[in-house]
């Protein structure tokens, strides 16, 4: 037979090693891995020139904005940055405009996505006004839902724990997760409002009003309302040792519950914030150095699941206001989560197989990706290729993405995204899109009810 395309000279994390390989792929699947001598003849032969492939990247939390915020980000835009970043497949929030939160929300969206993507992408919905629309929206094909505890988005009474059970019974029967932004509303609301009578406006006021207990609460009352209904629990950008530690408990009690940590909240401190300013607010904010290190032993450990960008992009006057509280809170992520993660694998923190772990394996394992996240014969074809050793600094003004702003401005970084392949299609070629709109794929959940 005549494959679509072979890449050899490659080395290939496979098998939980790395490995001197080519591989061969046909219709958007991986079809052989092996020595080159072993390949099919091919249509296209890539020499990759020993540079190093994984399977290709999972972002499980991203805004890709568009609609009514596409002026922020779009869907091609987003996934221009996906491509560039080396993400194969991201899971889209539904914190838009309109809030994704209905049959029809969902699919207006996905229908303006298929236009437009360049990568697979997946969505999640907020929960409804009328729990029955629970089951049209997985229909629909959402992969799960989101509940943002900061703050009152999307149908459910964030005041009654009575509503969220039904809510999460409701979708641990049919078989999705939901993803959960844990910061308790009222004490964060009650800190803020403290914080603006005293005319306090400033970063340090910020810390304070998202102290670690508002995080530590909002996990607690979540984790108590998961143990009374059996849902699949996903926790956000977890930020605090405490936080980590009330969900490492719930694993070990049984429970069915994962979470994520963010590059942002393992490179940058509560000082950096200081110094760097409106740049770097997100929510939950950076921490201090004792969370920020038990950040890293859980991942280490294994009790942080994953790690995902939050890519959050805004226009940069959003970010220029000169109250705290006026400042629109989120950093764009997908073009510099890669390679700052490859500079820690240069500097030994962390391993290859950290990374494949941490962004393949677990997303494609616990969210259910079929054929996704190993390279794997018979697998779907997402490649991310890397050049291990290339150093370069963080210019936020060549990202992709419409957000033209980091706080890792002009830091160095040694390893970078060379090409992306999606289903088999080259995406990304030396920074450089090479896939045309429409070419990703909308990943819907298989056995929709």
């Given at each position: 037979m005549i494959a679509d395309s072979v890449l050899v000279n490659a080395k290939a994390y496979f098998k939980q090693d790395i490995v001197d390989c080519s591989i061969a792929i046909d219709e958007g699947k991986i079809l052989k891995i092996g020595k080159e001598v072993n390949m099919p003849k091919a249509d296209v032969q890539t020499d990759l020139k020993g540079q190093l492939v994984l399977p290709g990247l999972i972002d499980v939390h991203v805004h890709l904005r568009d609609e009514g915020k596409s002026r922020k980000e779009d869907f091609y835009s987003g996934t221009a940055a996906a491509a560039a970043g080396g993400f194969t497949t991201v899971m889209?929030?539904?914190?838009?405009?309109?809030?994704?939160?209905?049959?029809?929300?969902?699919?207006?969206?996905m229908e303006i996505a298929e236009r437009k993507v360049l990568v697979n992408v997946g969505f999640r919905s907020e929960f409804p006004n009328n729990l029955k629309d629970i089951g049209p929206i997985i229909k629909e094909g959402a992969l799960g839902f989101k509940l943002f505890m900061a703050e009152q988005i999307g149908g459910l009474d964030l005041g009654s724990d009575d509503a969220i059970t039904d809510a999460f019974k409701m979708v641990a029967r049919l078989g999705v997760s939901v993803a959960v932004h844990a910061e308790d509303r009222e004490t964060l609301k009650h800190a803020e409002d403290a914080f603006k009578k005293e005319r306090r406006n400033d970063v340090a006021a910020f810390l304070k009003a998202h102290s670690e207990i508002v995080e530590l609460k909002s996990v607690q009352r979540v984790l108590n309302i998961v143990r009374n209904s059996g849902v699949q629990l996903h926790f956000c950008h977890v930020t605090t040792k405490e936080g980590l530690e009330a969900i490492v408990e719930g694993k070990k009690s049984g429970m069915t519950v994962s979470c994520e940590t963010t590059p942002h909240n393992l490179l940058l401190s509560s000082d950096d914030l200081r110094k760097i300013g409106m740049l770097c607010l997100t929510m939950p904010p950076v921490r201090d150095k004792p969370n920020i290190k038990a950040l890293w032993d859980g991942l280490q450990r294994g009790s942080v699941d994953m790690i995902a960008s939050d890519h959050a992009p805004r226009m940069?006057?959003?970010?220029?206001a000169e109250s705290v509280w006026d400042v629109k809170v989120g950093i764009p992520g997908l073009e510099t989560t890669l390679p700052l993660l490859l500079t820690e694998v240069n500097r030994g923190r962390l391993t290859i197989g950290n990374v494949v772990r941490l962004m393949d394996e677990k997303p494609a394992e616990i969210f259910k990706l079929k054929g996704k996240g190993l390279l794997k014969?018979?697998?779907?074809a997402d490649l991310t290729v890397v050049d291990l050793y290339r150093k370069h600094k963080i210019d936020s003004s060549r990202f992709l993405s419409k957000a033209k702003y980091s706080p890792f401005d002009g830091r160095e970084v040694e390893g970078m995204p060379t090409?992306?392949?999606?289903?088999?299609?080259?995406?990304?070629?030396?920074?450089?899109?090479?896939?045309?709109?429409?070419?990703g794929r909308i990943v819907r959940r298989e056995n929709a009810v």
């Open positions: 889209d929030m539904p914190n838009n405009e309109p809030v994704t939160m209905s049959p029809r929300t969902l699919h207006d969206r940069l006057k959003e970010k220029e014969e018979g697998n779907d090409q992306t392949y999606v289903n088999g299609q080259l995406a990304m070629d030396a920074g450089e899109i090479t896939a045309k709109p429409g070419s």
